[in-house]
């Protein structure tokens, strides 16, 4: 049975390395997508200080994002490519950091608390499947070793959920 471990939060790097190495163990020899976006969701909104959501979206057309396992209060269902911080992570295949999520053109209110806002896009064979998206209720919370850590947590969730049968 998996358990989680307490993770000094003093040094972000060495956070990260920890928290991979626990959702690695959490999703050993697991590979449903849906059961695996859930444990993750949920491990980093239980490890990560200052979260009010954490969640994954789904590409489910090539024109919109579905609502995919989360933690925090209800979410908005679909996203268009190209519309909010999630859609516009899809469009251009890369992570967006949002220092405040009010100045963001396009901002999609799903919880009028969010303040911030990171959003990963996860990666395989070439394409954009989704995305990981982490909202926080203070401004600035995220930084570029925030970005590091997620992109490398959804590395370590697409190789253990999308595994070649």
Known sequence: MFETKQIDQGNKKE??????????ALLEGETDVTANAANTSALMFQMMPDLN???FYFLRSENELVLGPFQGKPACVRIAVGRGVCGTAVE???SILVEDVHAFPGHIACDAAS???LVVPLHHGGRVLG?????????SRFDAEDRA???????IFVAA????K
């Open 131 to 139: 995305v990981i998206d982490l909202d926080a209720p203070i401004p």
């Open 115 to 117: 303040r911030s806002e």
């Open 15 to 24: 956070f990260y390395r920890e928290l991979a190495g626990q959702l690695k």
């Open 161 to 164: 959920s999308y595994v070649e």
């Open 149 to 155: 850590g997620i992109e490398a947590l959804a590395e």
């Open 53 to 55: 959501w954490a969640g």
């Open 92 to 94: 251009r295949g890369h």
